[in-house]
């Protein structure tokens, strides 16, 4: 995203079927600058820039207001996505091979730090925003961390790195923001050597290049990148930079037929090559989702288009008309980019996981009679911004174009979100996918997953490891990843991660991990999948057929097998055939298993004992196998409404179930509101064995009051034969909003002082400090003393006087003065007017205080904006006694002597008894003096010799007031 302040070729004997006669012509040509040569990168000073001011500026640019919900209610799949994974695999991998720390916000200072990488045969090389840093493959720090606008002469660091390993070549390739405006900046090792110089081009483009992605193709470098409004995909002249020469050419193409997606950034994504073989003259390929939740989408499918280069002739270059692969519904719209969408523990803030985009990077590689290119997005599996990772995997021939070999959704229901995935296929075809985790419970951490060429189709397999767990939360601002990067190995085995996790809270890091799915053993048989049987009606007398992997490098043969149900041994058995290496091979118990207990769950496991097997973690495997009852439905979830502000009139959504074996149709659903009338409809269906549906009752419920609803949602099936599972309930409360702003950086109110209220507060982004209390007469005037930790504050107060939860125009008490006007991080204490007009509603109110930074507070008190606070109080509005008004009118005048001593002089009316107190800013009263009147004021020394520098409240007033007088002095 964008920051402010970052050959020898060896050919397949088979070509590409075309898919489309219709092309077009690039759209623009662009020749690049050179540079220059860098020194070696292993010769370049080490990173000492202090970059924390950018992170405020990044989040700015990032907040635009174009970005929007899903615009067709209708889309599919209507809130449950049913390509999710029911049977999760288990299979056990060798371990991490390599796991170490990547970069830090300690070494970079920005967010998000963009993690990239990429191994080549001797390096790792990875870059963040915005440094570089080289590691050997054991994780040991040979180059940096290295400015990458030092790096690569350009004199900025802008952001958005890529980092690629060109195997076709033996070259590196680094990329990122360039220092002109609308540029970016490429270099190309000059050797195989990652430590030594490079080649360095920038390119100029009409519009921003937000989100550059790139990858490695024979005939270019293909770059995708968020340009205004547009869908484009750029040809980078490869051949040309490898040489070190002088103009290499960017050719750029429109996506045709290509609809937007306003929800976030533009992201079409170029295939990229793993491996060294391809088909003879096969072109570049683009691919983009397209979700029928997006204006102009009737399906939810994914686009490709073919790119064929001439780079002698650019102008005979074409881009050909999509071809047009539905997939299953999906939905790729979450909350607005830039508002957070996963939950974090402990705090309001959440954070981005980016949708509507392809993952970063969609890999492609080329197999004796097929070519395969694995693609991943995140999808919402429930409507509720929990987000599981979709995986496709298109395959293509000589005669055949891409379609859909198979696609499933990775979201194990255990309630935390999946996202940031990236994935890639070995030189077996067995697929990677890593990814981050988070939730409402769980830190955001890295972990990975895959499956083995031959498993059961759509179904990650291997066990889920951890990379590295989540130690901490991010809280002032929603940015993660960008993005993540996984590639492969030039060995074509090993899945080369790095994504960002926390490793403390608001302090990032990424992590570089290793990880093999070919175990590289010779003697290697596990069980990888239970064919049957299935849940649904059971017998006495049921068959257990189950796939049994070679994972090993030699061929295999009598391979004993155990099975055991609920850990009894029931049969052991040998398979007798052979399995070669890499193939699976079926077998069929003789002995078969009793299941015939209705509503019973049973524990099935199938091990091999290969003897001298060099790696058994993957012996077993385990599958829990229901007998199903034949008449069973129930309510799983309400989904919808969920607790907030700004409640009424609300649809209220469930998830239904068929725990059962029968389809059901037309049963009754219904909803009860805190005990109340049950309001009941029909479910028309058809809901198949073991489907959830998402149901919304037409009749909408009132939620408009303030406070708790009790939300029960059942079903009603006749003869159903398992009434526990048949409702559900929630609580759903109809708050007052709290906006959460950003105050990170000293923004909003590190002091909040009127009348009897004196509260040093700390960063809560929106503070509840209703429990204090501030007497206030009508047609009065208070002084407010607000200091702040950031200039170019705005503060607005309200008083609710009507108490209808609403702040309207006309119970703004402070509006918008500004403080520290033009200035940045510092201590600012600024005293202004609280106005209480007159004939206002007596008795105790909320009032509300915000900030924004660099303009004025909305007139809409719930509008969170980027930067400041929100903290409630209350406001008790009463009749003041007179000597209330006569301290509340009077001036109290404090004139410093020598910066350690001040004389206090309070003029008023006031004849009663007075004290002064003196308060820190942490709130903690230092002294209580009584003053003395002296004809019409009340004087006093104030001595400070014992206090520390800083600035301190002298607040004034009577024994028995509620009024107060408050001014601050400073001790130097």
């Known amino acids: 995203m964008k920051l402010k302040k970052l050959l020898f070729v060896a050919c397949m004997l088979f070509g590409l079927g075309a898919y ?87 070494e970079s200072g920005f967010v998000p730090p963009d993690p990239t990488g990429a191994a080549g045969p001797n390096h790792y090389v990875h870059a963040v925003n915005s440094i570089v840093k080289i590691f050997d493959k054991t994780g040991n720090l040979v180059v940096g961390p290295v400015a990458l606008g030092t790096f690569l002469g350009i004199g900025s660091n802008s952001g958005d790195p890529i980092v690629l390993y060109d195997q076709l070549a033996d070259r590196w390739f680094v990329s990122e923001f360039g220092s002109l405006n609308n540029s970016l900046a490429i270099g190309v090792s000059e050797t195989n050597d990652p430590t030594g110089a490079y080649n360095v081009y920038q390119y100029t483009f009409g519009s921003f290049p937000d989100y550059p992605h790139y990858s490695v193709w024979h005939d270019a470098y293909y770059l995708t990148a968020n340009i205004g409004t547009t869908n484009k995909v750029y040809a980078v002249e490869r051949d040309v930079m490898l040489a070190g020469g002088a103009n290499p050419k960017i050719v750029g193409f429109p996506l045709p037929g290509a609809t937007q997606n306003t929800n976030t950034v533009l992201s079409p994504e170029p295939a990229n090559l793993l491996g060294t073989t391809y088909p003879a003259d096969v072109p570049g390929y683009v691919t983009y989702l397209q979700d029928d939740g997006w204006s102009g989408v009737t399906f939810d499918h994914l686009k490709v288009w073919e790119i064929d280069l001439d780079w002698n002739t650019t102008s005979n270059s074409t881009i050909s008309a999509p071809l047009e692969i539905p997939t299953a519904p999906f939905n790729s719209v979450f909350a607005p980019f830039g508002s957070g969408d996963v939950a974090q523990p402990g705090t309001n803030q959440k954070i981005d996981m980016i949708g509507g985009i392809i993952s970063y990077a969609p890999n492609y590689r080329s197999f004796a009679g097929h070519n395969s290119w694995v693609i991943t997005f995140n999808t919402d599996i429930d409507g ?111 899945f080369w991660h790095t994504a960002e996790y926390f490793s403390s809270d608001n302090n990032w890091r990424t992590q570089i991990a290793a990880f093999t799915l070919s175990g590289g053993f010779a003697k290697d048989v596990g069980v990888n999948a239970l064919i049957q049987p299935e849940n649904g009606i059971l017998t006495n007398a049921e068959t257990v057929e189950v796939s049994i992997r070679n994972f090993g490098t030699a061929a295999q043969a009598n391979i004993p097998l155990e099975l055991r149900v609920d850990g009894n041994l029931i049969a052991s058995e040998t398979f007798s055939g052979s399995i070669a290496a890499g193939s699976t091979a079926n077998y069929t118990f003789s002995q078969t298993i009793d299941l015939s207990n209705p509503g019973q769950t049973y524990s099935i496991q199938v091990k091999s004992n290969l003897a001298g097997d060099e790696f058994p973690a993957n012996d077993p495997f385990t599958k829990d196998i229901t007998h ?41 659903v ?63 409360e109809n708050i007052l909003c709290q906006p959460f702003l950003n105050c990170e950086f000293g923004d909003g109110f590190q002091l909040f002082s009127v009348a009897e209220i004196n509260n040093p507060s700390a960063c809560e982004g929106y503070g509840d400090f209703t429990n204090l209390v501030a007497n206030l007469a009508p047609d009065s005037t208070n002084e407010l003393t607000i200091t702040t930790g950031y200039g170019d504050q705005f503060v607005k107060v309200w008083i609710d006087f009507n108490d209808d939860s609403t702040f309207t125009a006309d119970e703004v008490v402070v509006d918008n003065v500004e403080i520290a006007s033009g200035q940045g991080q510092g201590t600012y204490t600024v005293t202004m007017d609280l106005v209480v007009p007159p004939g206002v509603a007596m008795g105790p109110h909320r009032m509300r205080a915000k900030t924004n930074w660099n303009g004025q507070v909305p007139a809409d008190a719930c509008e969170e904006t980027s930067f400041g606070e929100t903290e409630d109080y209350t406001a008790n509005i009463g009749t003041l006694g007179v000597n209330d008004f006569s301290i509340s009118k009077g001036d109290l005048i404090i004139t410093s002597e020598n910066n350690k001593n001040f004389e206090i002089n309070f003029i008023t009316a006031y004849e009663g008894t007075a004290y002064l107190a003196i308060y820190n800013m942490l709130g903690q009263q230092l002294k209580v003096k009584m003053l003395d009147k002296i004809g019409n004021s009340f004087k006093a020394k104030l001595d400070m010799r014992e206090a520390a520098s800083g600035v301190y409240l002298v607040r004034v007033g009577g024994q028995y007031t509620k009024s107060f007088k408050t001014a601050r002095i400073i001790v130097k």
């Open 20 to 106: 489309s006669q219709e092309t077009f012509p690039p759209d623009e040509v662009i020749v690049g600058t050179f540079i220059g040569k860098t020194i070696p990168l292993r010769d370049f000073a080490l990173q000492e820039e202090n970059l924390d001011q950018t992170i405020k500026e990044i989040r700015i640019v990032q907040n635009g207001s174009r970005y929007h919900e899903q615009v067709n209610a209708n889309a599919l799949p209507m809130g449950i996505d049913q390509t999710v994974q029911k049977n999760f695999g288990n299979i056990q991998t060798r371990a991490i091979e390599q796991n170490f720390i990547g970069a830090s916000s300690s």
């Open 384 to 494: 509720n911004d929990t987000s599981g990772i979709r995986w496709i995997e298109l395959r293509n021939d000589a005669s055949n174009p891409w379609s859909i070999f198979q696609e499933g959704t990775y979201a194990p229901a255990d309630g935390n979100s999946r996202f940031m995935g990236s994935a890639g296929m070995d030189a077996a075809g067995n697929i990677g996918l890593a990814f981050n985790i988070a939730s409402g419970s769980l830190k955001a951490g890295i972990r990975y997953t895959g499956r083995f060429d031959g498993d059961p189709l759509g179904q990650m397999t291997v066990a889920e490891t951890e990379i590295i767990p989540g130690a901490g939360v991010q809280t002032f601002t929603n940015r993660f990843g960008d993005y993540s990067h996984l590639t492969l190995d030039p060995d074509n085995f090993t």
């Open 628 to 668: 199903l009852l034949a008449n069973d439905v129930g309510a799983l979830e309400i989904t919808a409404p969920i607790s907030g502000s700004g409640l009424g009139n609300e649809t209220i959504t469930a998830t239904i179930k068929n725990f059962g074996a029968n389809t059901q149709s037309n049963f009754n």
């Open 670 to 732: 219904q909803y009860v509101i805190n005990g109340g009338t049950p309001v009941v409809e029909t479910f028309m269906g058809p809901i198949d064995s073991e489907q959830e549906m998402s149901y919304s009752f037409t009749q909408t419920a009132d939620f408009t009051a303030l406070g708790v609803y009790n939300v029960t949602v059942s079903t009603s099936l006749a003869g159903d034969a398992n009434a526990a599972n048949d409702a559900v309930t929630t609580e759903i």
